[in-house]
């Protein structure tokens, strides 16, 4: 039996789809995590406002979404920045991860220099490393043409072992000489932590305001430079970037490690914004670089846009931690985000088909 | 009466979203007659074929074959009823015999291929039809022509009564497709139909009874061929007179005044394998000089080495007197060629922007499109909207992505943005594939205009009647060398077919 409905491809995708889209994409995750909700017994409104009220509506709350969401903020700029020359980084995990370790290294390092300095330096730092991490897939992809989603995510395993042997694996620099029992990261020194504005009620992180302002710089080189139009010719059609003189190998190496750059500075600011320590177990339970990806699919892989998704990501994030308790499961905020994903997925498919109930069969010739 | 008409379809309504592919047509094809179904792109042709075949369901309409009213829901319920097609793009597995391409599909209930009983029955049905073919070949060893056969022995094998061929000369030269012609009389005489889709209107006089005429969807008419003309049938396809006669030129071409020398080139393919062989050529100011062959004997090869996509492994190229650095896109466009590719969608242009974008392919890292590195989105759209006026492209707005347009239109972007550079070479591969007679029309124009500009053009088609009306010279390719240099009054199609197929013809070889 064929299905009454049917997909037809768009020919062209009107613009209000652009928020139109991830609205309905949101809704429905809602609407599928209050079956879910419905299922273990709870009350999905009830469950909603809670994540609300303990999101967004006091200035605790915000703050704590504020810091959750700057992250991911950047780590979804660093998804969508792969996705305009139609290469997928899934490494962005990693590239925040390598990009933690060389700002934790700088702020510790820089002790006693002016907080202006040692925080360019952390930021420029953070940048270097998770472009140079990422900057290693570009290569491999643009001279041997390997699998981009592979070599990235197995990255990832490696910049956590990494950590991982940066802490409690050796006597490194960065791990803290005095913890005894349980390893942890050197703490850095207070001349290093980066600074958190007022700006009336809220308080605003600094690395907050610098994803906002490097979202739009990103954004803009996109979509007015020379740089942002040849790479769209290149995801658009590879022959036709080359035919037009367009150095493609070249250009995926480049975004390619200005999308590590972005996770990277996404790392600098954890540790110089938030943790103030290189926290090896915490960012790896965190998963900055795969929420990411949700965001900058949300997003629709618009890299400003992916600042302010992540304020609604990150604030379920921060409701969740609020939250948890007997009575929510830890579990529940993921399983979230995982519809919001399968929605916003779902999404994709609605801005490039329209769904058409199939005619009657009424009209075909039937066999006599 | 209603005995002798093998396939009758009426009202054949079949909508596309945004589309009418079909919007009424009537089509009937008699037992024994090869009926030819010409019409220009988009008229509807594959899409009344398709629906014969079952791979589309009409949406409003009728079939009957044989008198019998019945409906298909898939390709195999049409070979079943005895309606098998021919598909321009073969449908083969290349390290599979023939014998196994051709029972590949069908179900005879058995768990083993009977090899030596499929051989027979192959060895049978190609010495009665003259479709010379080894059924234990495997079918990389073929050539193309060959493989054509190959696929009519397929639906051959399974029965049909009625053959779909879909352009079946589009890949071979004269020669073959005299052959092929012969091969399709000898069908219709044991009492088979042949429908035979075309727009080449030669082809359509040389081997069809009759035609339809397929125009916008609609059935235009339905004539015997005897007391018909090439010029009848074109002004039934169009719908309006059209001349494809030897262009007049304005300025004659000055062949002694080399725009493009090449010397000695030889370049690889994509596999590796010896592309271009030895390829030593000239083209004069204001000259069109054709480049005939079989597609897939070096042609692609010239072009892209030429447009600077391509590296060499030997020889060199001078535009002007001055060599041009092999292999670098840029400085070929710098040297002044302008390079109209085959696969003009999705290597000319990129498919998904818009017409401005496509426009500025490749001056956008010259001021004033961008000034300093950033995209100079007014300068940009009236570049575009110069160009759509002045090569008349029809779009909606420039910011329409080109996919979205015709074929013409498509090729009037890639031609617009070429010829505004202001080339002094223009290399243009098979430019006119593809497109409806109009457009056919159109472009040819603007390539003469060009010459009579004095650019240079090399010609790349496989289109004789193109080439013999358009060029000044004509060369042949044949397994990446120049075997050929005929000066277009000496040229005809059996001298240039016979050059194609790789033989040598006394004297005319340079």
Known sequence: MKSPLRLERRLTQPRALGWQVPLVSIGGALLLGAVVLLLTGKNPIDVYWRIIQSGFASKTALRGTLVAATPLAFTGMCAAATFRIGIINIGGEGQFFVGAIGAAFVGIAMDGAPTSVILLSMILMGALMGSAYAALVGVLKAKFNTNEIITSLMLNYIAGILLDYLIFGSKSYLRDPRSMGFPTGKPLPKGSWWPTYNIGSAVIPFGFLLAIVIGASILFMYKRTRFGFEA????????????????????????MAISGALAGIGGATDVGNFRHVMDAKGLQLAGYGYTGIVVAALARFNPFSAVFVAIIIGGLTNAGYALQGPDFQSGLVGTLQGLILFTAVAGEVLMRYRIRVRNNEKNVAVAS | MSGNIAVKMSGIVKKFPGVVANDGVEFEAKVGEVHALLGENGAGKSTLSNVLTGLYRPDEGSIELHGEHVTFSSPRDALNAGIGMVHQHFRLVPSFTVAEN?????????????????????EELSLRYGLAVDPRARVWQLSVGEQQRVEILKVLYRGAKVLILDEPTAVLTPQEADVLFTTLRAMVAEGRTIIFISHKLDEVMAVSDRVTVLRGGKTVGT????????RELARLMVGRDVVFDRVQRKNPAKPEQHVLVTVGLCANDDRDNKALNDVSL??????????????GNGQRELAEVLGGM?????GSFHVGGVEVTAGRVRRSIAAGIAHVPEDRLHTGLAASHSV??????????NNP????????????????????????VKTPDTETPVRLLSGGNVQKVLLAREFSAGPKVLVAASPTRGLDVGAIETVRERLVAAADDGVGILLISEDLEELMSLSDRILVMYEGRIVGNLSTQEAT???LGLLMGGATVGGHTA
């Open chain 2, 223 to 230: 004539i015997d061929t005897a007391g018909s003309s090439t």
């Open chain 2, 310 to 314: 391509r590296a060499t492994s030997a």
């Open chain 2, 102 to 122: 051709i029972v590949l599909g069908e179900d005879d209930g058995g768990v083993f291929l009977n090899t030596a009983d499929v051989v027979a029955r192959v």
């Open chain 1, 232 to 255: 769209s010719v290149i995801a658009d059609s590879p022959a036709a970037a080359r035919y037009s003189g367009m150095r493609t190998r070249a250009k995926i190496i480049s975004v």
């Open chain 2, 369 to 392: 499109i961008s000034i300093r590195s950033i995209l100079n989105r007014k300068a940009i759209r009236s570049n575009a909207e110069t160009m759509v006026q002045r090569y008349d």
């Open chain 2, 493 to 495: 199609r059996e001298s």
């Open chain 2, 356 to 365: 401005e974008d496509n426009l500025v392919l490749k001056s956008y890292r």
């Open chain 2, 282 to 295: 000239s083209v004069g100011a204001g000259e069109i000089v054709g480049v005939a062959g079989v597609s």
